[in-house]
Structures are given as structure tokens and as C-alpha cells.
């Protein structure tokens, strides 16, 4: 796992993009490419239009603030579209070809050189076939996600992720559901042989954000 930005990181900090690029482990073939628009007014998130060959998805996610009662989960949205590439990208203008409907005023200069973030490549192990029953008709898809660094020992973990997800239909809009979600992820919270609230996310860890 890769991320890649210009040199002041201006596509994250000032645009709110994220460039990243995977594959699995051991392959020599073609680099997954997402780019990401994240924020936390949806309104923002849901302005964009950026779409790819294989289309676009819109997405909620949830991270625990730590608070003086204990933590409140905080909204962030995002819209991403995924491409596949040979190449590496070596300038902005390069890697954004790939997508259509970008704000291009919104956005650093095309010209300018991207690097490797902070030179930090991640090896990213995801585990699933777990499920998560929030109502009779509807399962969360789960999943956890571990991070070390690529070339690193891969048992010293650097970041970690729980993942929940279910697509929004019909069924899946009720209030009761929202609230059995809201209840698993407060209890998993609150178990601090699991959870670190207010600890980063794994994009905060490679820009090195507070």
C-alpha cells in the first residue's frame, strides 16, 4: 500500500484528495488505484463527481474523539473511484487522467511531481468472512485490517482498523439498524483491549497527523 502527494503534501492538506495505490503482496502486476475525496460535511463530500472507468462509490465512515464522559463518534464522507495502472504515477497530471468530472481548480498544479509520502509503504493484511447481524434482514460485512511496514517484521504492527459495512437499501435505513450499529461500535469502544479512541487513522499515520 502506497500513497502518493506532492512534495507539501498539497493534494491531502489543501485539496482533501487521497492517492493510493495497492496490490497484493508478492505481485509484480497492476497497481489498484483509488483516489479519495474525504470530509466531514457531507454536503462537501457529496458535491463531488469524479468518476472512473469502473465508476464511483459514496461512502460514511465513523472514528471514536475521545471526550471527558469517554468518546462521541465523528461523521466523515467520502466519494472514491478505482483504476488499475502498470506505471507509477510521476506527476499529478499523470495520475488524475484516469478519472473524469474532476474540479480541477480545486486542485494542485497538474505539473507537479509526486512522491511516496513520507517514504512510508505499508503491508496491508485485511481478514473477512466475519458478519455483523444488525437486524433480521441485514449483515455488516467485517473485516480487520493490519498494517506493518513492507520489508518490516510483519508482527510489528503500525496501524489497525475494524471495518463494519453494509449497503445502504431500503431495509437497511431504519432507525433501528443505524442504532445497533451505533451500539456495537460503542461497546467495541469501550473495550481498551480493542480499541483506541482518538487513536489516528491509518491515512493520519502516513501524513504523521496529530
Not at 7 to 29: K, M, N, T
Not at 146 to 154: A, K
Not at 164 to 192: D, G
Request: glycine share 6%; aromatic share 10%; charged share 30%.
Amino acid at each position: 500500500m502506497r500513497f502518493y502527494d506532492t512534495d507539501e503534501h498539497s493534494l491531502y492538506r489543501q485539496a482533501g484528495f487521497i492517492l493510493r495505490h495497492r496490490r497484493p503482496l508478492r505481485s509484480d502486476g497492476k497497481w489498484n488505484v483509488t483516489l479519495k475525496f474525504r470530509n466531514s460535511d457531507w454536503v462537501r463530500a457529496s458535491a463531488q463527481a469524479f468518476v472512473s472507468d469502473g465508476g464511483a462509490k459514496f461512502e460514511e465512515d465513523v472514528k471514536a474523539r475521545p471526550t471527558e464522559n469517554g468518546f462521541q463518534f465523528v461523521p466523515l464522507f467520502s466519494r472514491s473511484a478505482d483504476a488499475a495502472t502498470n506505471r507509477l504515477p510521476t506527476t499529478l497530471g499523470e495520475a488524475l487522467s484516469r478519472y473524469t468530472d474532476l474540479r480541477e481548480h480545486e486542485l494542485p498544479d497538474a505539473s507537479a511531481e509526486l512522491k511516496l509520502v513520507r517514504g512510508f509503504e505499508a503491508r496491508e493484511e485485511v481478514f473477512e468472512g466475519m458478519e455483523l447481524r444488525v437486524s433480521g434482514r441485514v449483515e455488516a460485512e467485517c473485516a480487520l485490517i493490519i498494517w506493518s511496514r513492507s520489508g518490516g517484521d510483519p508482527e510489528e504492527t503500525v496501524a489497525a482498523e475494524f471495518s463494519a459495512r453494509y449497503e445502504l437499501k431500503r431495509e437497511s435505513r431504519s432507525s433501528n439498524v443505524a442504532t445497533r450499529t451505533w451500539s456495537a461500535f460503542t461497546a467495541l469502544c469501550a473495550n481498551p483491549d480493542w480499541a483506541e479512541p482518538g487513536g489516528k487513522t491509518k491515512t493520519s499515520f502516513v501524513y504523521d497527523e496529530a
